[in-house]
């Protein structure tokens, strides 16, 4: 890969994040989820638990994560384990640039 396509591809994930949390209904639970998942890998109950979000909102917004290529899993089922993509760890800085001037402020609101 050049390096011409590592900058499109690195502008083009931090689109889809600032589309995905700051330009997006439910992009202040994707957030939250992000900043959990980048502190350690958890399932669906763990998320629910420690941000208290529903259940089945937690679950519908890592659907979309994963979608989006913000996160991926493994196992299965109930214990089925969310990561952030290798990509988004290594343009981490864009999530936080984004987190810190627009999904912080949401939680003041």
């Known amino acids: 890969m050049n390096s011409l396509s590592k ?60 979608e989006n290529g913000m996160i991926t899993s493994v196992g299965g089922g109930y214990g089925k384990t969310y990561f952030p993509t290798e990509n988004l760890v290594a343009n981490k800085q864009h999530f936080t640039e984004i987190w810190d001037k627009i999904g912080k402020k949401s939680n003041k609101e």
């Open 7 to 66: 900058v499109c591809l690195m502008d083009s994930l931090k689109n889809v994040l600032y589309w995905l949390i700051a330009n997006s209904l439910g992009g202040f639970n994707r957030g939250k989820l992000l900043e959990e998942l980048f502190i350690k890998p958890q399932n669906a109950n763990e998320l629910s638990k420690n941000l208290e979000i529903e259940y089945k909102t937690v679950r519908y917004h890592l659907k979309v994560l994963e």
